[in-house]
């Protein structure tokens, strides 16, 4: 994350670089403070997150990833960044299922924290691998990722 804040920095300076340089040849702090002021808040604050915004825009087109990666680099990043509710069945490395509901109460870590899950209701799991009913008294589950084997999702409402 420091490389790529030391990146960012370098490249949004190589744009402005031109603009810098006329910036204090007009000796515009002299001349007109208030524009210096509104000059060095676009260069210093604006610009930098405008820039990100742009290139996770231009990463995200079909163009681009055809010759780039994605820049999610996980996909579980990817699945749950997109805060859709899902009817989630986890199997675990000793191939116990757990069932229940990624709803939006629910939440999944991201990078670079370790993978964990809350499911904010669990259920009961039938003989035909179809959700049954909602557990009496209980909260919800957190599963942490070293456990999952692996997560299948089903669209919300079609249990």
């Not at 403070?33 to 604006?46: D, R, S, T």
């Not at 009817?87 to 629910?106: C, F, R």
Request: charged letters at 20%; one cysteine or more; aromatic letters at 16%.
């Amino acid at each position: 994350m420091i490389t790529d804040a030391i990146a960012y920095s370098c490249i949004n300076y190589a744009i402005f670089s031109g603009p810098i340089l006329l910036v204090d040849g007009f000796n515009l702090l002299e001349k007109h403070p208030g524009w210096f002021v509104a000059f060095c808040i676009l260069a210093l604050f604006i610009a930098p997150i405008l820039w990100v915004v742009i290139w996770k825009w231009i990463r995200t087109r079909d163009i681009f990833q055809r010759n780039a990666p994605h820049p999610t680099a996980k996909p579980w990043d990817y699945v749950f960044a997109q805060r859709k509710q899902y009817w989630a069945k986890i199997t675990l490395q000793d191939k116990t299922v757990i069932g229940g509901l990624y709803g939006s109460k629910s939440f999944a870590s991201s990078a670079p924290a370790e993978e964990q899950i809350y499911l904010e209701e669990t259920w009961v799991i039938n003989k035909n691998g179809g959700f049954d009913r909602r557990k009496n008294d209980t909260e919800g589950v957190i599963i942490l990722g070293r456990d999952i084997s692996y997560i299948e999702f089903r669209k919300h409402g079609d249990a």
